[in-house]
């Protein structure tokens, strides 16, 4: 039997499958509370400053500074104001310098070493070198390590998407997908929440780091993708990843035998996956058109959510319902793409045209403008709600669009 007929036996969201995804879904708190870091260690808070334009060393701000909020940052540790205030924005880059590098690297790897490997490996990096900023001595040390956590959170928390496709069936793809980036959703507002109580900077990165060793400690129980077995053309080992599954899914008699991949990967063959993405016209077009649309769902994305930090009004309440208003878009996700009249293309379409208008409408309206539905805040709100859907979607479409070994 081929793959899919083996988890159409196994049993695609068994028991067993729902627990390792359920797993893998919840490492997005983690992935959420790196991600969204700098917002709060990074803030700005007001401040009363007793100097003369031209004094603007370090040690004069030391001198004549006044902060006057209840919390702490690096921006009130390092004194990181007037000339050097660009240092927080540049920390925030350095992470998502880190963010691009990593999925280029850590995909390639897990192509060609298996996915359980690289995602431990990349965990465990994760780890230290949150630590590693939380206890920084200096800027410098600190934006260095935001570098390699973005390398190292943004390589493994892929690996761990593919990872929660990999372990179920096709049919149930979608879900999986969407469940993903819901609990990434509720990972900021959960941050927001540690923020609020915790205002002291180094102990907010300390605890906010620290849930990274208990998934790395349970994630050794985690098997290896059969797809990416198989795909390889370890038969053998994709049965008894199957198998396992299998019993854990209460089938306690089943027999999985496989027959041979025809498109098995080779050992000197391990770049085939990129090769794939230029060498075939379809796969060509298709990878020009959804790199386009991943760069516009991330910079909205992000653009809005670091931006939460910014608007008016209480810091902690506004990083929250950054985070929650993503909540009802995956419920209208999984309504949509499963429409016969809407499916993936066309919902994709849509939010990002609804996302498209929000934004622009913002740049209208006065900031001080009243009412509930079109002030600009709301607005921006609205943004991210419909940008969120048009990118979980994205995550979804790009899985099924491509096959295992490029995925």
Same mark, same amino acid.
């Given at each position: 039997?081929? &793959? $899919?007929?083996? #988890? /159409?036996? +196994?049993?695609? %969201?068994? =028991?067993?499958?729902?627990?390792?995804?359920?797993?893998?879904?919840?490492?997005?708190?983690?992935?959420?509370?790196?991600?969204?870091?700098?917002?709060?260690?990074?803030?700005?808070?007001?401040?009363?400053?007793?100097?003369?334009?031209?004094?603007?060393?370090?040690?004069?701000?030391?001198?004549?500074?006044?902060?006057?909020?209840?919390?702490?940052?690096?921006?009130?540790?390092?004194?990181?104001?007037?000339?050097?205030?660009?240092?927080?924005?540049?920390?925030?880059?350095?992470?998502?310098?880190?963010?691009?590098?990593?999925?280029?690297?850590?995909?390639?790897?897990?192509?060609?070493?298996?996915?359980?490997?690289?995602?431990?490996?990349?965990?465990? &990096? $994760?780890?230290? #070198? /949150?630590? +590693?900023?939380? %206890?920084? =001595?200096?800027?410098?040390?600190?934006?260095?390590?935001?570098?390699?956590?973005?390398?190292?959170?943004?390589?493994?928390?892929?690996?761990?998407?593919?990872?929660?496709?990999?372990?179920?069936?096709?049919?149930?793809?979608?879900?999986?997908?969407?469940?993903?980036?819901?609990?990434?959703?509720?990972?900021?507002?959960?941050?927001?929440?540690?923020?609020?109580?915790?205002?002291?900077?180094?102990?907010?990165?300390?605890?906010?780091?620290?849930?990274?060793?208990?998934?790395?400690?349970?994630?050794?129980?985690?098997?290896?993708?059969?797809?990416?077995?198989?795909?390889?053309?370890?038969?053998?080992?994709?049965?008894?990843?199957?198998?396992?599954?299998? &019993?854990?899914?209460?089938?306690?008699?089943?027999?999985?035998?496989?027959?041979?991949?025809?498109?098995?990967?080779?050992?000197?063959?391990?770049?085939?996956?990129?090769?794939?993405?230029?060498?075939?016209?379809?796969?060509?077009?298709?990878?020009?058109?959804?790199?386009?649309?991943?760069?516009?769902?991330?910079?909205?994305?992000?653009?809005?959510?670091?931006?939460?930090?910014?608007?008016?009004?209480?810091?902690?309440?506004?990083?929250?319902?950054?985070?929650?208003?993503?909540?009802?878009?995956?419920?209208?996700?999984?309504?949509?793409?499963?429409?016969?009249?809407?499916?993936?293309?066309?919902?994709?379409?849509?939010?990002?045209?609804?996302?498209?208008?929000?934004?622009?409408?913002?740049?209208?309206?006065?900031?001080?403008?009243?009412?509930?539905?079109?002030?600009?805040?709301?607005?921006?709100?609205?943004?991210?709600?419909?940008?969120?859907?048009?990118?979980?979607?994205?995550?979804?479409?790009?899985?099924?669009?491509?096959?295992?070994?490029?995925?």
């Amino acid at each position: 039997m081929d &793959l $899919d007929e083996a #988890f /159409g036996l +196994v049993g695609e %969201f068994g =028991p067993r499958q729902k627990r390792l995804t359920a797993f893998l879904v919840l490492l997005q708190v983690f992935v959420a509370f790196q991600s969204m870091l700098i917002v709060l260690v990074g803030a700005v808070p007001e401040y009363h400053l007793d100097l003369e334009e031209s004094q603007t060393s370090r040690e004069a701000l030391a001198k004549h500074v006044r902060f006057t909020s209840n919390f702490t940052s690096i921006a009130t540790e390092w004194y990181l104001i007037r000339n050097e205030a660009y240092k927080v924005n540049l920390a925030a880059s350095l992470y998502f310098a880190g963010l691009l590098i990593g999925n280029i690297l850590f995909g390639q790897l897990s192509d060609k070493l298996g996915r359980k490997p690289v995602y431990l490996t990349g965990l465990f &990096l $994760d780890v230290i #070198f /949150g630590y +590693v900023s939380a %206890f920084a =001595p200096n800027y410098d040390i600190f934006a260095m390590s935001r570098f390699f956590v973005g390398i190292t959170n943004g390589g493994m928390s892929l690996v761990s998407f593919v990872l929660t496709q990999e372990y179920v069936g096709k049919s149930f793809w979608a879900l999986t997908g969407s469940l993903t980036n819901l609990t990434f959703a509720v990972g900021i507002a959960i941050y927001a929440l540690l923020g609020y109580y915790i205002r002291e900077w180094r102990f907010l990165a300390f605890v906010s780091n620290s849930p990274g060793l208990f998934f790395l400690l349970l994630s050794f129980m985690l098997p290896e993708s059969p797809r990416w077995l198989y795909s390889q053309g370890k038969t053998t080992e994709a049965e008894n990843v199957l198998q396992y599954i299998a &019993l854990g899914n209460g089938k306690e008699r089943l027999s999985v035998k496989l027959k041979q991949c025809t498109g098995a990967v080779k050992k000197d063959d391990s770049a085939s996956g990129v090769r794939s993405l230029i060498k075939h016209p379809v796969l060509r077009w298709r990878t020009v058109i959804l790199m386009y649309i991943w760069y516009v769902c991330s910079l909205v994305y992000y653009g809005l959510t670091l931006n939460a930090g910014e608007l008016g009004g209480n810091l902690y309440l506004n990083v929250a319902l950054s985070g929650l208003v993503e909540v009802p878009a995956f419920p209208l996700c999984m309504f949509f793409i499963e429409k016969s009249w809407s499916g993936r293309r066309k919902s994709t379409t849509a939010f990002l045209i609804f996302s498209g208008l929000a934004c622009i409408f913002t740049m209208f309206l006065p900031e001080n403008r009243g009412g509930f539905l079109f002030s600009p805040n709301i607005l921006a709100l609205y943004g991210k709600l419909t940008v969120s859907a048009a990118f979980n979607i994205v995550y979804i479409y790009t899985s099924e669009l491509y096959p295992t070994v490029v995925r």
